[in-house]
C-alpha cells in the first residue's frame, strides 16, 4: 500500500491534504517524496517562522535535549522561565502561562476573564464576546468562541456564554452592553483562518477604551498574528493599544508545540495554586527552542519583516488577476479572480506551497525568506492567478 493509501486508512479522515509527501527542508525550501523541490510560503500554518532545520534553533533544542525533555511542573526548570522573562520584556505585560495549543491558550484566556468577572464583578458576569468570522481553535469552549456558525453545527450543546457581534459595528457592543453584562472581549486584529481581515484601528481602540471603562477584559488572540508575523513582536503593537491578556502559539516554538497566555498586571495574580494547570506545558525543549527564536525577533529583525511584507504585497498589486491585497508584514491574503484552492493547486505544480484562508489566498512564509526566494515565489503565485 502506498503511504497515501496507509494514511486514508489509519489517520482519521479530517484533513483533505494535497497529494504532496514532504521528507526534508532546509530553511524556506523543502523536498518531497520525489525529489522535487518547493518554495515554502505557509511555514506549516505559520509554525516554522526560522523555516526548516535552522541551525541556531537547532542547537538550542538539541542541547536542552541532551540535558533533560520534560519535568513535571511540580519543579522548577530554567527555559520556561527564561522565555516568560523575555516575553514579558517584549510586552510589558506581567506573568506568563504555558500551554500546548492556540486553543488551549485562548481557554486559559478565557478562564481569566471568567475569574476576573466572577471576582469583581459578580457570579452573573461571564458573557464572553466574540468577532463573526473569527477562529479561536477547535475544543468546545473556544469553537464556541469562533464566531463561524458552521464550526458549530456538528457540535451541540457548546459552552454557553458566548456571543459574537459584527466586526467594525462599536454600537453593537454598546447595545448588549445595556442587557448583557460582559466579563471580556476576545479578538484577532487580523483575522487570520477568516481571509486575512484586518479589524479597522478605530474599531481596535474603541474595543480598548470600551473595555477599560467598563472593567472587561480585553484579550488579544495572537495565535497566528504573533511573533513578529506582522512587522511587530504582537500584531497590537500596529494599532497603538494593549491588551489585558494575549494568547498565542503557533510561531512561538518555531515548529515544536507550545503556547502561552501572557498576563498585564491587572491579571497577574489571577491564578493561585491548583487554580490551572497541564502536563506539557512548559515544556523545556519546546521552551528552549521557543528562547531562540524570542531573541532574534529584535526591532531590527522586525522591520526588516515589514520590509519584505510591503515589496511582496507592491508585487501583487500590480498584478491584474488580484484584486485585493490584505495583511500586515508577512501575513498576506489575496483575494484572486480565480479560485483561491485553484491557484494554491497550480502553485503546487509549479513548486510552492501556500494556504488558503476562506476565498482568499494566505501567505505566511518563514520570517527569514531571503528576498531572492521570496520574489520568485511571487512570480509563480502571480502566473498561477492568470486564468
Ligand atoms: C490556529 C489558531 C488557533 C488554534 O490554534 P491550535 O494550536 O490549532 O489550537 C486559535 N486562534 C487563531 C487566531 C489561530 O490562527
Not at 474599531?203 to 471603562?213: D, G, M, S
Amino acid at each position: 500500500m502506498s503511504l497515501i493509501e496507509q494514511d486514508k486508512q489509519y489517520i482519521a479522515g479530517t484533513y483533505a491534504r494535497f497529494p504532496v509527501e514532504l521528507v526534508s527542508g532546509k530553511g524556506s525550501v523543502y523536498t518531497d517524496v520525489n525529489g522535487k523541490d518547493y518554495i515554502d510560503m505557509g511555514a506549516g500554518i505559520g509554525v516554522n517562522i526560522f523555516g526548516a532545520q535552522d541551525d541556531g534553533w537547532k542547537n538550542a533544542v538539541i542541547s536542552q535535549l541532551n540535558n533533560i525533555q520534560h519535568t513535571s511542573n511540580l519543579y522548577y526548570t530554567g527555559p520556561c522561565v527564561k522565555l516568560a522573562k523575555a516575553l514579558c520584556e517584549k510586552t510589558g505585560m506581567s506573568k506568563v502561562f504555558f500551554v500546548n495549543s492556540g486553543a488551549e491558550a485562548n481557554e486559559c484566556a478565557i478562564k481569566v476573564a471568567r475569574k476576573y468577572a466572577a471576582e469583581h464583578r459578580g457570579s452573573d458576569c461571564y458573557t464572553i464576546v466574540t468577532i463573526k468570522n473569527s477562529f479561536h481553535g477547535r475544543t468546545l469552549t473556544t469553537l464556541a468562541a469562533t464566531g463561524q456558525e458552521h464550526y458549530h453545527e456538528l457540535y451541540q450543546p457548546l459552552t454557553p456564554g458566548f456571543v459574537s457581534v459584527n466586526a467594525d459595528c462599536p454600537e453593537e457592543i454598546i447595545e448588549l452592553s445595556k442587557t448583557t453584562k460582559i466579563a471580556g472581549i476576545l479578538f484577532e486584529c487580523i483575522q487570520g483562518e477568516g481571509g486575512v481581515l484586518p479589524l479597522s484601528k478605530e474599531y481596535i481602540r474603541f474595543l480598548r477604551k470600551f473595555t477599560e471603562e467598563n472593567d472587561i477584559i480585553l484579550m488579544c488572540d495572537e495565535v497566528q498574528t504573533g511573533n513578529g508575523r506582522t512587522g511587530k513582536m504582537y500584531s497590537y503593537m500596529n494599532f497603538d493599544i494593549k491588551p489585558d491578556v494575549i494568547s498565542t502559539a503557533k510561531g512561538l516554538g518555531g515548529g515544536l508545540p507550545i503556547a502561552a497566555t501572557i498576563l498585564s498586571e491587572k491579571v497577574e495574580n489571577i491564578f493561585g495554586p491548583g487554580d490551572n494547570g497541564t502536563t506539557f506545558g512548559a515544556n523545556p525543549v519546546s521552551c528552549a527552542g521557543a528562547c531562540y527564536i524570542v531573541g532574534k525577533l529584535t526591532d531590527e529583525f522586525l522591520s526588516d519583516v515589514a520590509r519584505k511584507g510591503a515589496m511582496l504585497k507592491e508585487k501583487f498589486l500590480a498584478c491584474p488577476d488580484i484584486e485585493a491585497v490584505t495583511g500586515y508584514g508577512l501575513m498576506i491574503g489575496l483575494k484572486t479572480k480565480k479560485s483561491a484552492g485553484e491557484v494554491v493547486k497550480k502553485c503546487i505544480e509549479d513548486g510552492v506551497l501556500c494556504l488558503t484562508a476562506k476565498d482568499r489566498v494566505r501567505l505566511l512564509p518563514p520570517l527569514n525568506t531571503p528576498d531572492e526566494l521570496l520574489l520568485k515565489a511571487a512570480d509563480i503565485i502571480i502566473n498561477a492567478c492568470k486564468n
